[in-house]
């Protein structure tokens, strides 16, 4: 599990959103204060546990060649030494297991939704509006450079859910995956072949939505082939009969049943719908999950091209047409 220097029992996290269209002394800033927590969860198996800098740079030049001149800017950017720069590959890094409920609302507009499920202590809580290879991303970042969930200018709009498996492959991280498919990426279709195609570290379920509605949910492991399914939701199992092996996302059958019914359901509205996401058993409080609680709940719009984060308090609303940097401080019932 990360730390990115806060301390785990935190009950608050600090968001921020950050426009800056190439890497540059924004995202300098936030390295210098990611660095120091990121090479001790990179390192904390043992430096023999991770690749070298030539096995990654390697396989990123072969998976994914495009974004070879955006890892050159940013290993410029946080002037990089040799750690950081394979820390940076994402290639093979320590396991990273997050709980999330997702689903995509298909009745009137269409809108992929997520809770991200997380101790607050160790989330980077950003907002990255950016433009680093044409194509203008709104994301929240996980990893510095990794995506969580997000949408870009064409109305791709994607989310990862961990899959509940313990089993280990060498691959990447999910959320450099989906930064390459937001970066490159404009159907689902296209970002489906990217997900067959590039070996995952670990279990993940990822929900894809794009500008004309199209939609599927894909299930992917280091040991199976991958799956792509037209699920309208998913939580953290990939089949009905595995069982889940952690104990703080042993809910996820509950979450994903309370999804089903209600998408189910035609009396539903959207609105009331979305404020699902901030109750029970959707909404998770730390205290009752063992340090992990949802972080906050967002929200995208493919085909008008906004997204809003939503906490039970407050919610942002921002869009490639206007997109604002602000801060927020969110305390959570812990």
């Known amino acids: 599990m990360k730390d990115i220097g806060h ?3 935190n009950t608050s996290a600090r968001f921020r959103s950050i426009s800056e269209a190439r890497p540059g002394a924004k995202l300098a800033g936030l390295w210098q204060w990611f660095a120091p927590g990121y090479r001790r969860w990179y390192l904390r198996d043992g430096d023999k546990q991770r690749p070298s800098y030539a096995r990654g740079l390697t396989l990123l030049r ?3 060649p495009e974004l070879l001149p955006t890892f050159e800017q940013l290993l410029q950017v946080c ?4 750690l950081t720069a394979r820390f940076l590959t994402l290639y093979d890094p320590p396991a990273i297991v997050a709980g999330c409920s997702q689903a995509v609302w298909t009745r009137g507009e269409t809108a992929l939704i997520r809770n991200y499920d997380f101790p607050a202590g160790l989330c980077e809580s950003v907002l990255l509006h950016s433009n680093w290879n044409g194509t203008a991303v709104i994301a929240m970042t996980d990893c510095f450079w990794g995506v969580l969930d997000g949408i870009n200018e064409h109305g791709l709009s994607v989310s990862l859910a961990y899959g509940g498996r313990r089993e280990l492959g060498r691959g990447f991280s ?3 995956i989906l930064r390459y498919i937001l970066e490159f990426c404009q159907t689902v279709e296209q970002a489906t072949d990217v997900l067959r195609r590039i070996p995952v570290q670990l279990s993940y379920n990822v929900t894809l939505v794009d500008r004309q509605g199209n939609y599927v ?10 799956q792509v399914t037209h699920r309208n939701r998913a939580t ?6 595995e069982v889940n092996l952690y104990e703080c996302l042993a809910d996820s059958r509950i979450r994903e049943n309370f999804l089903a019914a209600r998408l189910d359901d035609q009396r539903q509205s959207f609105a009331h719908f979305q404020q699902l996401f901030l109750l029970p058993p959707l909404y998770r409080y730390a205290a009752e999950s063992r340090g992990w609680g949802t972080l906050y709940t967002s929200t995208y719009f493919p085909a008008a091209g906004y997204m809003e984060l939503h ?3 407050g919610s942002w609303r921002q869009g490639f047409d206007h997109f604002v940097e602000q801060e927020r401080t969110v305390v959570y019932r812990g």
Not at 217 to 226: C, E, N, Q
């Open 79 to 82: 002037a990089a030494d040799e």
């Open 311 to 313: 906490w039970p308090d």
């Open 217 to 226: 949910t894909v299930l992917l492991s280091p040991d199976r082939d991958v």
């Open 174 to 176: 999910i959320t450099l």
């Open 7 to 9: 301390h785990l029992q």
């Open 62 to 64: 072969s998976h994914m």
């Open 236 to 241: 953290n199992h990939q089949h009905p009969r």
